[in-house]
Structures are given as structure tokens and as C-alpha cells.
């Protein structure tokens, strides 16, 4: 997993198959083949591709494509999403449009999360 640290800012693409942990901040886009985890305070100011996208900080994106997103409740997003599962925990804030894939349950899921941060 690539880690970028607290405190830590990248200025550009971000591009790999291993996983990706922000708790800095990204200033450009992310295409990560597996996971891609925006911690709480981190930022990401750009678009992400992804196969999975937790976001526990903020996300200012024109477009995420992801297969499967969840956004916790401490996410600040703004962006459309277009993805197969979306969940979105009671607390998050969501900005944009979202459109499900072929094979979608039919709609975000919205959840409490139970999760420490």
C-alpha cells in the first residue's frame, strides 16, 4: 500500500495497482487498479479511478469512477459518481449526480457508521 502521509502535499497524477491510502492531500487524479482510501483529513482535488473508494475526508472531484464506493460519515464529497454499489453512512455529505452501472442493487445504501475514524 502507498501511503501518503499527514501533513504531505502531491501536486500531480497519482497512478499504480496497489492500494492507496491519502492523508495528505492530492492535487490531481488518482487511477489505482485496487483500493484507494481517502482518511479523514485527507484531500483529494482531483478525479479518481478506482475498483473500491473509501472516503472518511474530502474529495473534490469532476468525475469518480469506481466500482464499488462507501462514504463515511465524516466524508465531504463533490463530484459525480458513477459506480455498481454506493454507501453513504448517515453524517456524510454528498455533492453531485450518481449514476449506477448495469448490475446496480437499484440505488445508494445509506447506513450508520459504527466505525472508528
Do not use: W
Request: aromatic share 4%; net charge negative; charged share 25%.
Amino acid at each position: 500500500m502507498t501511503v501518503i502521509g499527514a501533513g504531505t502535499t502531491l501536486h500531480g497524477d497519482v497512478s499504480g495497482r496497489d492500494p492507496l491510502e491519502v492523508r495528505g492531500t492530492v492535487e490531481g487524479d488518482c487511477r489505482i487498479g485496487g483500493l484507494c482510501i481517502v482518511a479523514e483529513g485527507g484531500r483529494v482535488l482531483g478525479n479518481i479511478e478506482s475498483e473500491g473508494l473509501v472516503v472518511a475526508g474530502e474529495v473534490e472531484a469532476g468525475k469518480l469512477t469506481v466500482d464499488r464506493v462507501e462514504l463515511r460519515s465524516t466524508a465531504r464529497v463533490r463530484g459525480a459518481i458513477t459506480a455498481r454499489v454506493l454507501a453513504i453512512a448517515d453524517g456524510a455529505f454528498y455533492e453531485g449526480d450518481v449514476q449506477m452501472e448495469p448490475g446496480a442493487s437499484g440505488g445508494p445504501t445509506f447506513f450508520k457508521d459504527r466505525r472508528q475514524a
